[in-house]
T-cell receptor, first 114, second 113 residues
Framework: KQEVTQIPAALSVPEGENLVLNCSFT??????LQWFRQDPGKGLTSLLL?????REQTSGRLNASLDKSSGRSTLYIAASQPGDSATYLC?????????????FGTGTRLTIIP | DAGVTQSPTHLIKTRGQQVTLRCSPK?????VSWYQQALGQGPQFIFQ???????QRGNFPDRFSGHQFPNYSSELNVNALLLGDSALYLC????????????FGPGTRLTVL
């Protein structure tokens, strides 16, 4: 059974700092990994999708890396802003036909201090 | 493109009642997946619909059922509501099965009293 862990559960940093969020998963036979952002009480916004054959993806100030062999992914946020405050979730999809579902971590709640 | 839409936004029911939640996928998408998110937790997979059939199912009881229509929209039905069914219900759409990037709707907040 795939398990996804995100540490820390909460993180507070001053505005302008660079930061890294961590995601680990137990089964390395993944098809892809997605990072999402969730504002309180809202739905999920897809940030980055990394296919299993890729090592990283970038979008603006965000960079996500994937190391399948160690079962880890990181989300790097450069020059953090107060608007980045949200919960960040990672989710993996196993490479298993008939099992095309996302397994989520419990998220990291990020607070950027102005 | 309106993206994934869900209705209603909020819903309050009492124990034992039945509820229907609705989802319209993103334009061009044919696959709809439903997730339940309890407070402070990550979303949990309920089931997925593709070509109007339930393709796979998570660890949820038969009280949870669904349907997909020819226009790819979908409904989630929950019977005999329990207090523990209170959660944010999220719909995600993708194309050509669930392999591709999934896009989520804003969710329906269900409160069971």
């Amino acid at each position: 059974k795939q398990e996804v862990t995100q540490i820390p559960a909460a993180l507070s940093v001053p505005e302008g700092e660079n930061l890294v969020l961590n995601c680990s998963f137990t089964d390395s036979a993944i098809y892809n990994l997605q990072w999402f952002r969730q504002d309180p009480g809202k739905g999920l916004t897809s940030l980055l999708l990394i296919q299993s054959s890729q090592r990283e993806q970038t979008s603006g100030r965000l960079n996500a890396s994937l190391d399948k062999s160690s079962g880890r992914s990181t989300l790097y946020i450069a020059a953090s802003q107060p608007g980045d405050s949200a919960t960040y979730l990672c989710a993996v999809m196993l490479y298993n036909f008939g099992n095309e579902k996302l397994t989520f971590g419990t998220g990291t709640r990020l607070t950027i201090i102005p | 493109d309106a993206g994934v839409t869900q209705s209603p936004t909020h819903l309050i029911k009492t124990r034992g009642q039945q509820v229907t939640l609705r989802c319209s996928p993103k334009s061009g998408h044919d696959t709809v997946s439903w997730y339940q998110q309890a407070l402070g937790q990550g979303p949990q997979f309920i089931f997925q619909y593709y070509e109007e059939e339930e393709r796979q199912r998570g660890n949820f009881p038969d009280r949870f059922s669904g349907h997909q229509f020819p226009n790819y929209s979908s409904e989630l039905n929950v019977n005999a509501l329990l207090l523990g069914d209170s959660a944010l219900y999220l719909c995600a759409s993708s194309y050509d099965g669930g392999w591709n990037e999934q896009f989520f709707g804003p969710g329906t907040r269900l409160t069971v009293l």
